[in-house]
DNA sequence: TTTTGTAACTTGACTAGTCAAATGATAATG
DNA sequence: CATTATCATTTGACTAGTCAAGTTACAAAA
């Protein structure tokens, strides 16, 4: 009943990880008034503003729909600008943001490594890192199998 | 700007393709008419039941108002059932759910392990899976940062 | 036996996301 | 110029989750 594979432990210990220092990342984050989500897609509009919502969703995987719903509660809040540009919407920091990421990612950047950085060496998180990106890289391009 | 660490580096990855992942495991699941977060509940039932809400809640990481509404989902499917036992619920499998688990999870686990399986050999997945497991544990004990 | 406690579960208001149908903005054609 | 097409974004109905306040089920003390 038991029948495990390796694939399946690690894919599990993945899970449960990323799914717990997610909940600790949005503690540590509400300090500043801020959830992981919403770090993650303000860092990525920081890197390739102006863009597209299509770009964006893309960027941090999700949907369209995700996309436009997270982007509205960002607009509402003051965090991002978007104007109508051709058939497109251009997203763009608001100034305050910007002077709120260069405080805040530093901080958020070590909490992220922390979690590494505490247990793995140097060379051991780049074993891991190694694995990860064939991995993910892999997935990218994988098929749904058929029937 | 990019003072990415090798652990921010990493953080991302994880992030990114368990989120993937699990859209495609999601995606792979539609056949059986369950998502990902519904297997592994079920998952986590057959292999302690019976049990109590609160029990299960810890073994999947989420709160108790989560498992709430997901087991009271779970229930009007018929995919499970509880009853009052003492101050606690006790949840089991319905006859139907230990069946169908028994044809969905080979293929599931086959799924979740082809991630690994198709680009990392078995020497490789026991590295990853060892580190997984360090960096797993250890945030489990981990503290929130003061201040 | 009414009051008082307490542990387990539920619920209201919210974020974050999905899918698929609807809407908006612009272009191209009859 | 009105019609049709096309691509980007929004929206309705839903799953999945969070937090914190509210219930429920039982126990023990007054």
């Given at each position: 009943m038991r029948n495990n594979t390796i694939g399946s432990l690690i894919w599990l210990r993945l899970m449960r990880f990323t799914n717990q220092s997610n909940q600790m990342s949005n503690e540590f984050l509400k300090r500043f008034d801020l959830t992981t989500a919403q770090f993650d897609v303000l860092m990525q509009i920081r890197i390739?503003?102006?863009?597209?919502q299509m770009e964006l969703a893309e960027k941090v995987t999700v949907t369209q729909g995700g996309i436009s719903r997270m982007l509205s509660r960002l607009e509402k809040e003051g965090y991002i600008v978007r104007k109508q540009d051709w058939k497109t919407k251009t997203i763009n920091l608001s100034a305050k943001t910007e002077a709120i990421l260069d405080q805040v990612m530093p901080e958020q950047l070590a909490f992220q490594s922390s979690f590494f950085d505490d247990v793995l060496n140097e060379e051991e998180q780049q074993i891991l890192y190694t694995l990860m990106t064939r991995v993910h890289k892999h997935s990218q391009k994988k098929e749904l199998p058929p029937k």
């Open positions: 390739y503003q102006p863009l597209t």
